[in-house]
């Protein structure tokens, strides 16, 4: 097994620094504020006593909001969403504790101390979180593994391995056709093995399997498994306990939950109302003058699709297409004949999907979800990728995950671009939150700006 010597002791640096932000901040606020105390000795021992109590109340709040358990993968959205709420979280206590206790050391003018505070926080966190990246990216701070069942899905998760270097991982293949429990050990132990991802559709037999987690175990060699697109128990079942028994329960996603659900719908609300006043009173008329004068048939392009739980619905769109009887069964093709030249403007800086925002404030979509496709799309890929219908747990919309991953139009292996698709949708859908949104949006706008290449 690899040994990763280094990790708590940066770990503990990085705490260390954040608590010298703190207490630098503070005092800086205390001592300006309060000249006649700087040299009252006795006020320092009682509020050396208020910074103990200010780092203690920042751990704790730190088990709950997970600011130090940064994951390779963790990306600078959810790390700048966990900071947010533990700051929110710590200012808040700030003021309970000033409250109660009447210390001036807690009174200093809060707000501006809470914005020197967060402006600091936020600026030392970034700077270690990018350059911890970069050293990655570089092969230091590496964790080596290999992966055992070669299948679609262990293909996927090496080439996200070899695309982001700065999540810090070296691919040591494994050659031998003989899996042999000495061979395995030999490789790990000569090649330093942190990690073994093994695909849950191995073709090994059961007691090979059961051999390969003893040794694992035996080694300390980490097993991480990787489940395929195609089998659905992943998605839907979250482990928990009945006291040391463990069980698998139907997983709750984030907007199962009424209050999140109550924040996206206001905000789809207020923000499809917005669009709809100040941009589209104006381009509406605009871009139906431009569908009309160029190509014969409606300026609105009307399809029944897929919505929140499979609840069909009516998706409006700008006709982009000279009116067709494949509009409904044939998708997109590279220089699709049917397209009209106002058509591939509209598509190429997504201006066709405006009228969709008058489905949001029906409640019929949302302005970030899973992308509605044609139910023709939908009923062919359905029964051949495992819980894809996943992605109707949550509504669709207008722009989504996969879009601005570039995860959009038709075009290479379908099939495999399909896959990648609905994994991306699946996490949307288990891992939804308001910030996630909020940059979906802001990644939107970048491409509606400057022209998305996949769209066609």
Request: charged letters at 20%; proline letters at 2%.
């Amino acid at each position: 097994m690899q040994r990763i010597r280094y990790s708590r002791y940066l770990k503990s640096i990085i705490i260390l620094l954040d608590l010298l932000v703190i207490a630098s901040i503070f005092i800086f606020f205390f001592i300006t504020r309060n000249e006649s105390l700087k040299y009252h000795q006795e006020t320092w021992y009682q509020n050396i006593f208020s910074l103990i109590l200010l780092f203690l109340f920042w751990m704790l709040l730190s088990g709950r909001t997970k600011i130090y358990n940064i994951q390779r993968n963790l990306t600078y959205t959810l790390f700048l969403e966990r900071l947010l709420i533990h700051f929110l979280f710590f200012i808040l206590g700030v003021l309970l504790i000033g409250k109660v206790s009447k210390n001036v050391f807690f009174n200093s003018d809060i707000y501006w101390l809470s914005f020197y505070l967060f402006c600091f926080i936020f600026l030392a966190k970034s700077v270690i979180y990018f350059t911890i990246k970069y050293f990655r990216s570089l092969g230091i701070n590496y964790r080596n593994v290999m992966f055992l069942g070669e299948t679609g899905s262990t293909e996927i998760l090496k080439n996200i391995f070899k695309d982001r270097k700065d999540y810090g991982y070296k691919i040591f293949e494994y050659e031998s056709s003989d899996i042999s429990t000495e061979n395995l050990v030999g490789f790990w132990k000569k090649n330093g093995i942190h990690t073994l991802f093994l695909s849950t559709e191995n073709h090994f037999n059961e007691s090979l399997e059961a051999e390969i987690f003893k040794l694992a175990e035996d080694n300390k060699v980490h097993v991480s498994l990787i489940p395929s697109i195609t089998q659905s128990d992943f998605f839907l079942y979250d482990l928990g306990y009945i006291q040391t028994q463990p069980i698998l329960s139907q997983a709750k996603y984030p907007l199962d939950y009424y209050s999140n659900f109550l924040v996206k719908r206001i905000f789809d609300i207020a923000f499809s109302l917005v669009i709809l006043v100040l941009l589209c009173s104006w381009l509406f008329p605009v871009v139906a003058l431009l569908i009309k004068v160029t190509s014969k048939g409606p300026v609105f392009f009307i399809q029944k699709r897929y919505g929140f739980h499979e609840e069909v619905f009516s998706c409006l769109k700008f006709r982009t297409m000279i009116v067709n009887d494949e509009s409904a069964t044939k998708t997109t093709e590279e220089n699709d004949a049917r397209i009209t030249k106002i058509g591939k403007f509209l598509r190429k800086t997504s201006l066709d999907e405006l009228p969709q925002f008058i489905n949001v404030l029906k409640g019929e979509m949302s302005i970030v979800g899973p992308r509605p496709h044609m139910l023709s799309v939908d009923n062919y890929y359905k029964p051949k990728i495992g819980r894809y219908s996943l992605r109707s747990m949550v509504s669709p919309g207008i722009t989504g995950l996969a879009q601005v991953s570039g995860l959009r139009g038709d075009y290479g292996d379908v099939e495999v671009e399909m896959k990648k698709r609905i994994l991306a949708d699946t996490f949307y859908v288990r891992n939804w939150s308001f910030v996630l949104d909020l940059v979906i949006i802001l990644k939107t706008v970048f491409l509606v700006i400057g022209g998305d290449k996949n769209a066609k």
